[in-house]
């Protein structure tokens, strides 16, 4: 859903109104989106990890 959201932006509005809306002050949808794809993009490396299990 993220992903959507952003492409549909770049898609609507152009790269250039994209990244400067996305820098400003204001709390809007696309932070959100943003965020939502770091925090997956983290939780899904933290899988990935190895974890040693001490004996």
Do not use: C, D, Y
């Not at 809007?28 to 925090?39: D, G, H, I, P, Y």
């Amino acid at each position: 859903m993220a992903g959507i959201v952003l492409i549909r932006q770049l898609l609507i509005w152009g790269p250039e109104f994209v990244e400067e809306f996305l820098f400003n002050g204001e709390i809007t949808n696309e932070k959100v989106s943003m965020a939502m794809l770091a925090f997956g993009i983290f939780m899904i490396a933290l899988g990935f990890r190895k974890h040693e299990q001490k004996r």
